[in-house]
């Protein structure tokens, strides 16, 4: 096989055995049919959270409830007690200030988004960051005297870049949320429902973005734009990373499982740990209150409420991070199904645990709630359906631009003799001259052709290294079957 980087050595196709194995545990026909199940659920769970949520609302009278019933937030009032500009609000018929529109609403706003790009394009830099790793870690392991196989060395390096991956997302989101709360009171919203839509969208999309990019790199950039030897497409004098002839599918499991596992075990120690850590806070004010006063009839009756001042204090928003994992997981369980298939189970487990520690820290942990009239769930239910359109989108394109289905389905209908995959393989991969190259050469000069994985025309022929006709005929199949699989399950939500 052809070298991997610039530096790399030429290497032999069975390293890559073990790998192959464990793509095809993934990457098999019944992924297509689970990708297809799981987009009647998704359509299935929102049509019964839609009629779950009406009927709630009709039970608790919130059918006629309108959001100008809201009284104004505080902090919009204490930020315009100084504007001079007033209006009447026809709901409760009360004098409020009006935010002057050029002077503060127009300039705060153009600020917010600017500041969200500037963040969107900071995961994005993470993200590129984590690919130079990637392609350092696996250059030095190959270019090194390492016995280390091609598999173990894939494996490895997409393992540890998943991990750094996974720390790189918590840290950026403590400086989302952050920022995103001071954005949001920027923009001088006028009631907590509406300061909450604002900040959610906002939220969300950084922390999409931030868990996400790098999965729809794997899925749908890497190992695509290559080129070929001795013709790379290189960014700032550097070839791009490949995909092993098994594709990108494995790796693409991998950083998921790793993404999505180390996000659910993070948030369920931290969600105790958070909580454990305020009510000792609170306890030694209390004790430090307690040692000041030395009444008798003190004891006797603050008792009930001392214990109550230990616990920490729920929030108009502690629901929101709650929403915010639910929400997300349903994005690993619905986007991109078709690469981990185990993602469901790892949700059900995780949901499991969650209900009992939700419980023991609700009721342990945080003082009682303070409820608030709400129509429904808000921005989070178009939120979900968005992501549920997306997901059919994302797992149609995975199944036939990143899985070989396609072309194995090809080959078996049309090219092999006997009906089965024998000689697939060698159909998958091109040949290469090595002397077309002056940094092949210079390895080895006891090799003559090397393969790689595409579909272009032979050394020998006069078109070579073109891109053959199997290429747009099995391009052709996988954007028929992108259709076919978008208009089928259109058809099934409809």
């Known amino acids: 096989m052809c070298p991997l980087c610039d530096w790399c050595e030429f290497w032999k196709l069975q390293e890559t055995c073990f790998y192959s194995k464990i793509t095809y545990l993934i990457d098999n026909p019944s992924t297509v049919f689970f990708a297809v199940f799981m987009s009647f659920w998704a359509t299935l769970f929102l049509e019964l959270w839609k009629r779950y949520s009406a009927e709630i609302t009709h039970r608790w009278d919130l059918t006629g409830f309108d959001v100008h019933e809201e009284h104004p937030r505080p902090q919009y009032l204490a930020r315009l007690s100084h504007v001079r500009k007033t209006r009447i609000d026809y709901v409760t018929n009360t004098k409020e200030p009006r935010a002057p ?173 958070i909580p454990m850590f305020w009510k000792w806070v609170n306890m030694m004010k209390v004790g430090i209150f307690k040692k000041n006063r030395h009444s008798a009839s003190f004891k006797g009756k603050g008792e009930r409420w001392l214990r109550d001042l230990k616990l920490v204090e729920w929030g108009p928003r502690s629901l929101f991070p709650e929403y915010l994992e639910m929400v997300l997981q349903y994005g690993f369980v619905t986007i991109f199904v078709s690469a981990f298939p185990l993602a469901p189970l790892f949700a059900l487990l995780n949901n499991i645990l969650e209900m009992r520690l939700d419980a023991k820290k609700l009721l342990t942990f945080y003082r ?56 697939y393989l060698d159909f998958t991969l091109s040949s290469f001259n090595v002397s077309d190259s002056d940094t092949l050469k210079n390895l080895q000069r006891n090799i003559t052709l090397c393969k790689y994985a595409d579909y272009r025309e032979p050394a020998g022929n006069e078109k070579k290294y073109e891109l053959s006709n199997m290429f747009y005929i099995i391009l052709a199949c996988r954007l028929a079957f992108v259709v076919l699989f978008e208009v089928r399950s259109l058809f099934n939500k409809s």
């Not at 969200?116 to 830099?125: E, H, I, K, T």
């Open 101 to 273: 529109f050029w002077r503060m609403k127009l300039p705060a706003t153009v600020f917010s988004f600017s500041v969200v790009l500037l963040l969107v394009a900071l995961a994005f830099a993470a993200v590129i960051g984590v690919v130079m790793y990637r392609m350092s870690i696996l250059t030095l392991i190959k270019v090194g005297n390492n016995k280390m196989t091609t598999s173990e060395a894939i494996m490895i390096t997409t393992a540890s870049a998943a991990c750094i991956n996974l720390c790189l997302i918590y840290i950026l989101n403590y400086i989302y949320t952050f920022l995103a709360e001071y954005l949001t009171e920027l923009e001088l919203w006028r009631t907590q429902t509406e300061f909450d839509d604002s900040l959610t969208l906002k939220i969300y999309l950084l922390q999409f973005v931030n868990y996400y990019a790098s999965i729809f790199y794997i899925a749908f950039f890497k190992g695509k734009f290559v080129g070929r030897p001795g013709s790379y497409n290189k960014i700032f004098d550097y070839r791009q990373e490949e995909c092993s002839s098994g594709g990108c599918l494995t790796e693409l499991s991998i950083q998921l499982a790793i993404i999505m596992v180390g996000k659910q075990a993070m948030n369920t120690i931290l969600e105790m740990l």
């Open 368 to 423: 009682r709630p303070v409820t608030q009239r709400v129509r429904d769930i808000g921005v989070w239910y178009r939120i979900l359906d968005s992501i549920g359109k997306l997901s059919v989108i994302t797992n149609g394109f995975i199944i036939a631009f990143t899985s070989d289905f396609i072309p194995r389905l090809l080959y078996r209908y049309s090219e092999s003799k006997d009906g089965t995959l024998n000689g």
